[in-house]
């Protein structure tokens, strides 16, 4: 049995507090935990609240393990807006004029169930399965409500190769997410997005010293937009992306580690990224567009 306790405070009226306890009896084990802070910020109308509590309890049966978690956050934002530069002259600490009222409220529940099995002396299957639900509330300028429900199953492999120079390690999986998103301010949009997303990589020993890791991921993304502000015609937006990983390991030494590697990335538009309050932003001749982009690490 264990348990922690942690507060502290900070200036701009920064006051936080935690506690937790956790617990493992053979193969039973639990974590509970909760959190408060809350602080007033730099800027006028800019307090931030978020209280929120975790708990997770599973068994561990040698071959495997699961476990099921749930959790509740609450957050409370005041949102003190965008200043012009003549505005930060003059008190950059104060905020957006006629919008000192705005502010936005949410609160969100999630599940989430692990398991993971050893399927042999080289291969186990793990698999998440998550369920998230958002509510939000607010007033800029005029009211506004936000809705968001999400699942996702996240499936995937790791094995073990022998190879001739050493042991490799392969990982595959597959994720799968569905999210819908609503917002009403001045007409309700909404957003019902899914995703598939396929990866695999390995990480093989090619001698001694030498290791060379591979991967490679394929996503498509298919989302069905309806804004009010269109007559509430449905628009669809699919976009799919191949991304590629490489790299060389050398280990010149016992104590030095040598490596190069290039990684291409993307990122979708999350469902809720797809609209702002005023008519349309996202649909006609500019939707928008998947972020790429390429990394190179020596």
Known sequence: FAGQIEAGGGSYGEMHGSAAVSQRVGGFFYRVSGESRGSDNYRDNNHHENHNVTGRAGYDYGSGSAYLETGY????????GALTAAEVDQN???????????FLD????FQRLNWEQTLSSRWSIETDVTHRRGNGSGFLGFALTQDRNQWSINP????????P???????TGIDLQRSSYEIVGFGPQSDTQRLRDLYVQAVLPVAAAWEVTVGARNARVDNELVDSFGA???????DTRNAWEAGVAWKATQHLRLYTRYDGNFRFAKADEY?????????????????????YEV
């Open 73 to 80: 956050v609450k957050d409370r934002y005041q949102l003190a």
């Open 92 to 102: 950059r600490r104060q905020c957006q004029p006629g919008a000192c009222g705005n």
């Open 106 to 109: 949410s609160t969100t529940a």
């Open 156 to 163: 995937r492999v790791s094995g073990k190769l022998p190879l």
């Open 165 to 171: 120079a050493g042991e490799g390690l392969l990982t």
């Open 232 to 238: 509430g015609t449905p628009v669809d937006l699919r």
């Open 275 to 295: 609209f702002s309050l005023f008519p349309p932003v996202t649909t006609g001749n500019s939707p928008l567009q998947t972020q790429t982009g390429r990394t």
